[in-house]
């Protein structure tokens, strides 16, 4: 399917259907000229068989259909047989001039439209030839069939020309235009790729945020010396990823803020890790339950991720300094309960849009087959349970 | 390193403006303006060599007319002064620019409006200006030089004005005995017409050609989303992801190292603040777009009057053959460019929601229900190659839905939960 192709045959179809009325007006002008031809009946039927050739000439805009081709053709022999009364009556100069334009301008108009398949060529062939055949036959006694053919030929040969010079050009277009496609589509899937490293650096991300988010606020609450150590650990980290080092995902679980981390992905020592980043943000973390649970790496860094997330919202909404997690698991789920004694808020009262909870908590543990459940009411402190399959 | 404030608002740019500045790259490409020029010289050439053919043509009636000019001299000179304006046009376009400088038109113009005077002059004594101008009529022709070069308007207003002055001058140099018939008028506004007309077929050629350019760029574009991921980022967001990066590195550094002090200052806060709020957006942003919701949002003709229902990004899970049938079929239904049916033509892609199954499915497949729905698209003025892109993505239905055209598709996907 070509679609390049369908454009074109609309580009011609338009050109033909301006080139042929504006021709047709003005022929229309000169048939209408006292003395152009004889008698009301031939102007009248003339005047008619105008409008069906204007009619047929804007139809040829819009469909490619071969009847308003020849509706065309049909219309303006038509014409040019009323106004010489078939062939007997010899015609002024300004009659002649009225037809002329008729013949070399109005209907040559589907001479761009007649070009493009072998058919259409063959079509404007026959056109041209019974146009040529009508004319010398209807203008012999007006005319020398020299001049009628010298200027029929002119005409059809420009417009004939302008269809097929911009039909030759299209393949060169398209050609370049794939290529620019070609170009194009590298460039997305190099991007994609970028992207992707980019997004995959989740647990660089979201310490980045948390100090973003904690310099938001001024650093409030947290020593200086703390927010420096932290603004350091965290450029470095974003050099990293800037010079090209793609965490593995297997890896990111350790490279949060303690160097030489536990190889292994072991809940307990990273969720040691969230506790002292939040310790020095101000906000002391109490642990009750498990403290060893094994899960597999990409549901470690959500579960992690949303942890970090809701101890954050505490620290920064709920004016207390003291958050409580308790871990506990089952057979198919690990569950985390934070729990504060704070301001809380009525639930009612959070847009689901706001990005805080339900982008960076319920949507990161719905991506690994995990739940968040929110629990609060004003004054009587807030719940969330986390969930996440082992 | 310190920290700054980045250059612009980079999430009102990828909310907003991510479709706007993939189109400017088309536009940029299909405009005149640009060097690839796609075409458009090729278009020129077929435009000089009509001028040069029509300049031939006046030139032979010049010869004929040669004993019968009262002054001679003038005629001789207009058509000197036209031969010069077409020989440097035509040179000054293969050696130039894309684009002729404001002056090099105002040029050709004084150039032409020289050679019409000129030749007015040197015919005015025969009154009869309908047959015997020449060079003034080549002269119309002759703005198609620059017809790929300047602004439609600019051309057309030049032509209007050269039919209006050849106009008033046959009317001035009517004797007032003159009748009124054919004979002396036909010549009179057949001179006219070719005068005028070449140069009005000529600009709207031109720019249905760059409408047809720019299309054709703008589809290939979008195209190139059929072979993306089930889930991407779009073209823009990597680039944004990074300049984001960037900032953050750069602020957390200036605060490291001490450049900027602590606590902060309320405009760096906020810097922060904006940072931190941007860089969530851009990492949650990728896991929830599909193709075709980038498909839409990049393309100029496609964003204008696609609305996308894709609330479990299904569009993802659909194979490139079937994407391309998609796309294709909606790039058809909307890009009939034809004026009566431009502005109210719209439609509506649905995907989903998924029926709940009845039966299960041995071959790990999952059909998705897709419903394009349309206003201001009549059944029988809808392209025919249309059913053939529509019977790539699934089988499908059509009903008429208030006069409009609607389509039910079942596309056959491979269930992902099922692997």
Same mark, same amino acid.
């Given at each position: 399917?070509?679609? %390049?192709?369908?454009?074109?045959?609309?580009?011609?179809?338009?050109?033909?259907?301006?080139?042929?009325?504006?021709?047709?007006?003005?022929?229309?002008?000169?048939?209408?000229?006292?003395?152009?031809?004889?008698? @009301? !009946?031939?102007?009248?039927?003339?005047?008619?068989?105008?409008?069906?050739?204007?009619?047929?000439?804007?139809?040829?805009? %819009?469909?490619?259909?071969?009847?308003?081709?020849?509706?065309?053709?049909?219309?303006?022999?038509?014409?040019?047989?009323?106004?010489?009364?078939?062939?007997?009556?010899?015609?002024?100069?300004?009659?002649?001039?009225? &037809?002329?334009?008729?013949?070399?301008?109005?209907?040559?108009?589907?001479?761009?439209?007649?070009?493009?398949?072998?058919?259409?060529?063959?079509?404007?062939?026959?056109?041209?030839?019974?146009?040529?055949?009508?004319?010398?036959?209807? @203008?012999?006694?007006?005319?020398?069939?020299?001049?009628?053919?010298?200027?029929?030929?002119?005409?059809?040969?420009?417009?004939?020309?302008?269809?097929?010079?911009?039909?030759?050009?299209?393949?060169?277009?398209?050609?370049?235009?794939?290529?620019?496609?070609?170009?194009?589509?590298?460039?997305?899937?190099?991007?994609?790729?970028?992207?992707?490293?980019?997004?995959?650096?989740?647990?660089?991300?979201?310490?980045?945020?948390?100090?973003?988010?904690?310099?938001?606020?001024?650093?409030?609450?947290?020593?200086?010396?703390? &927010?420096?150590?932290?603004?350091?650990?965290?450029?470095?980290? &974003?050099?990293?990823?800037?010079?090209?080092?793609?965490? @593995?995902?297997?890896?990111?679980?350790?490279?949060?803020?303690?160097?030489?981390?536990?190889?292994?992905?072991?809940?307990?020592?990273?969720?040691?890790?969230?506790?002292?980043?939040?310790?020095?943000?101000?906000?002391?973390?109490?642990?009750?339950?498990?403290?060893?649970?094994?899960?597999?790496?990409?549901?470690?860094?959500?579960? *992690?991720?949303?942890?970090?997330?809701?101890?954050?919202?505490?620290?920064?909404?709920?004016?207390?300094?003291?958050?409580?997690?308790?871990?506990?698991?089952?057979?198919? @789920?690990?569950?985390?309960?934070?729990?504060?004694?704070?301001?809380?808020?009525?639930?009612?009262?959070?847009?689901? !849009?706001?990005?805080?909870?339900?982008?960076?908590?319920?949507?990161?543990?719905?991506?690994?087959?995990?739940?968040?459940? *929110?629990?609060?009411?004003?004054?009587?402190?807030?719940?969330?349970?986390?969930?996440?399959?082992? | 390193?310190?920290?700054?404030?980045?250059?612009?608002?980079?999430?009102?740019?990828?909310?907003?403006?991510?479709? #706007?500045?993939?189109?400017?790259?088309?536009?940029?490409? +299909?405009?005149?303006?640009?060097?690839?020029?796609?075409?458009?010289?090729?278009?020129?050439?077929?435009?000089?060599?009509?001028?040069?053919?029509?300049?031939?043509?006046?030139?032979?009636?010049?010869?004929?007319?040669?004993?019968?000019?009262?002054?001679?001299?003038?005629?001789?000179?207009?058509?000197?002064?036209?031969?010069?304006?077409?020989?440097?046009?035509?040179?000054?376009?293969?050696?130039?620019?894309?684009?002729?400088?404001?002056?090099?038109?105002?040029?050709?113009?004084?150039?032409?409006?020289?050679?019409?005077?000129?030749?007015?002059?040197?015919?005015?004594?025969?009154?009869?200006?309908?047959?015997?101008?020449?060079?003034?009529?080549?002269? +119309?022709?002759?703005?198609?030089?620059?017809?790929?070069? #300047? +602004?439609?308007?600019?051309?057309?207003?030049?032509?209007?004005?050269?039919?209006?002055?050849?106009?008033?001058?046959?009317?001035?140099?009517?004797?007032?005995?003159?009748?009124?018939?054919?004979?002396?008028?036909?010549?009179?506004?057949?001179?006219?017409?070719?005068?005028?007309?070449?140069?009005?077929?000529?600009?709207?050629?031109?720019?249905?050609?760059?409408?047809?350019?720019?299309?054709?760029?703008? #589809?290939?574009?979008?195209? /190139?989303?059929? /072979?993306?991921?089930?889930?991407?980022?779009?073209?823009?967001?990597?680039?944004?992801?990074?300049?984001?990066?960037?900032?953050?590195?750069?602020?957390?550094?200036?605060?490291?190292?001490?450049?900027?002090?602590?606590?902060?200052?309320?405009?760096?806060?906020?810097?922060?603040?904006?940072?931190?709020?941007?860089?969530?957006?851009?990492?949650?942003?990728?896991?929830?777009?599909?193709?075709?919701?980038?498909?839409?949002?990049?393309?100029?003709?496609?964003?204008? /009057?696609?609305?996308?229902?894709?609330?479990?990004?299904?569009?993802?899970?659909?194979?490139?053959?079937?994407?391309?049938?998609?796309?294709?079929?909606?790039?058809?239904?909307?890009?009939?460019?034809?004026?009566?049916?431009?502005?109210?033509? /719209?439609?509506?892609?649905?995907?989903?929601?998924?029926?709940?199954?009845?039966?299960?499915?041995?071959?790990?497949?999952?059909?998705?229900?897709?419903?394009?729905?349309?206003?201001?698209?009549?059944?029988?003025?809808?392209?025919?190659?249309?059913?053939?892109?529509?019977?790539?993505? +699934?089988?499908?239905?059509?009903?008429?839905?208030?006069?409009?055209?609607?389509?039910?598709?079942?596309?056959?996907?491979?269930?992902?939960?099922?692997?």
């Amino acid at each position: 399917m070509d679609l %390049i192709a369908k454009e074109r045959d609309r580009v011609l179809q338009r050109a033909a259907r301006v080139y042929g009325l504006s021709f047709t007006v003005a022929s229309l002008l000169c048939y209408l000229l006292p003395g152009a031809v004889d008698g @009301t !009946a031939a102007i009248g039927i003339g005047a008619l068989l105008y409008v069906v050739l204007a009619g047929a000439q804007f139809m040829l805009g %819009i469909s490619r259909n071969p009847v308003w081709v020849l509706l065309t053709l049909a219309a303006g022999i038509g014409i040019l047989a009323i106004a010489t009364e078939a062939g007997t009556a010899s015609l002024g100069e300004g009659g002649m001039t009225a &037809l002329q334009l008729l013949m070399s301008g109005s209907l040559a108009a589907v001479a761009i439209v007649l070009t493009g398949t072998a058919w259409r060529i063959v079509g404007l062939g026959a056109a041209f030839v019974v146009l040529t055949l009508a004319s010398f036959w209807l @203008t012999s006694a007006s005319q020398a069939p020299l001049r009628t053919g010298g200027l029929l030929v002119l005409g059809w040969f420009l417009a004939g020309g302008i269809g097929v010079w911009v039909s030759a050009g299209v393949p060169q277009i398209s050609k370049r235009i794939a290529s620019i496609g070609r170009a194009h589509r590298a460039e997305r899937q190099a991007s994609e790729l970028e992207a992707q490293r980019r997004q995959s650096a989740r647990l660089l991300h979201d310490t980045v945020l948390a100090t973003l988010t904690l310099l938001a606020h001024s650093g409030v609450g947290v020593t200086p010396e703390a &927010l420096r150590e932290q603004a350091a650990e965290d450029a470095r980290l &974003l050099r990293q990823l800037r010079l090209g080092s793609t965490p @593995t995902p297997q890896a990111s679980g350790s490279y949060q803020l303690e160097s030489g981390g536990d190889p292994e992905p072991v809940l307990g020592r990273t969720l040691e890790s969230v506790k002292q980043r939040f310790g020095r943000m101000g906000l002391t973390v109490s642990w009750h339950g498990t403290g060893q649970v094994l899960l597999p790496s990409e549901v470690l860094d959500a579960f *992690l991720l949303a942890l970090a997330e809701c101890l954050e919202n505490v620290r920064r909404h709920s004016g207390v300094t003291e958050a409580h997690v308790t871990i506990t698991e089952d057979d198919s @789920t690990v569950r985390a309960m934070v729990t504060d004694a704070g301001v809380g808020f009525a639930i009612a009262d959070i847009d689901e !849009a706001k990005l805080g909870f339900a982008e960076s908590v319920v949507a990161r543990l719905r991506d690994v087959g995990g739940n968040a459940r *929110l629990f609060s009411a004003p004054g009587s402190g807030t719940t969330v349970v986390l969930e996440v399959p082992r | 390193m310190t920290a700054g404030i980045p250059e612009e608002n980079t999430l009102g740019i990828v909310v907003g403006n991510a479709a #706007r500045a993939v189109s400017k790259t088309a536009k940029r490409l +299909g405009r005149a303006g640009a060097r690839p020029s796609l075409g458009s010289a090729f278009l020129a050439l077929g435009a000089d060599v009509f001028v040069v053919l029509r300049a031939v043509y006046g030139l032979s009636w010049f010869v004929v007319f040669w004993q019968r000019y009262p002054m001679p001299g003038a005629a001789a000179s207009a058509w000197g002064v036209l031969i010069v304006v077409i020989v440097g046009a035509v040179i000054a376009s293969r050696a130039g620019g894309d684009r002729m400088p404001t002056w090099g038109f105002s040029l050709v113009l004084v150039g032409i409006a020289a050679a019409v005077t000129l030749d007015l002059i040197a015919v005015w004594d025969l009154h009869d200006l309908g047959r015997t101008l020449t060079a003034a009529t080549a002269a +119309g022709a002759a703005l198609l030089l620059v017809v790929t070069q #300047r +602004g439609a308007t600019e051309l057309l207003v030049s032509a209007g004005v050269l039919g209006v002055v050849l106009a008033v001058a046959m009317f001035l140099n009517t004797p007032p005995d003159a009748p009124f018939d054919a004979d002396r008028i036909a010549p009179q506004l057949a001179a006219i017409a070719f005068t005028v007309l070449p140069a009005v077929i000529g600009v709207l050629l031109v720019q249905g050609h760059r409408r047809m350019v720019q299309l054709e760029l703008d #589809r290939v574009l979008v195209q /190139s989303t059929v /072979s993306a991921p089930r889930y991407a980022v779009g073209m823009l967001a990597s680039e944004e992801l990074a300049r984001l990066d960037l900032a953050a590195e750069r602020l957390l550094d200036s605060i490291a190292t001490k450049k900027t002090a602590l606590p902060l200052t309320p405009k760096t806060a906020s810097l922060a603040a904006s940072l931190a709020t941007e860089l969530r957006l851009h990492l949650i942003e990728g896991r929830r777009e599909t193709w075709l919701y980038h498909a839409v949002s990049e393309s100029e003709m496609l964003g204008r /009057s696609v609305t996308l229902v894709d609330k479990s990004a299904l569009a993802g899970l659909l194979d490139p053959a079937q994407r391309d049938g998609l796309l294709a079929a909606a790039w058809m239904l909307v890009s009939d460019t034809r004026k009566k049916a431009g502005p109210h033509r /719209s439609i509506t892609i649905q995907l989903g929601p998924l029926a709940p199954s009845t039966t299960t499915r041995d071959d790990h497949k999952i059909p998705i229900p897709i419903t394009i729905t349309s206003s201001g698209i009549r059944r029988n003025r809808v392209d025919p190659s249309i059913w053939a892109a529509l019977g790539r993505v +699934g089988r499908y239905s059509d009903t008429t839905e208030e006069g409009s055209l609607r389509v039910d598709i079942d596309a056959v996907v491979d269930n992902p939960a099922d692997v």
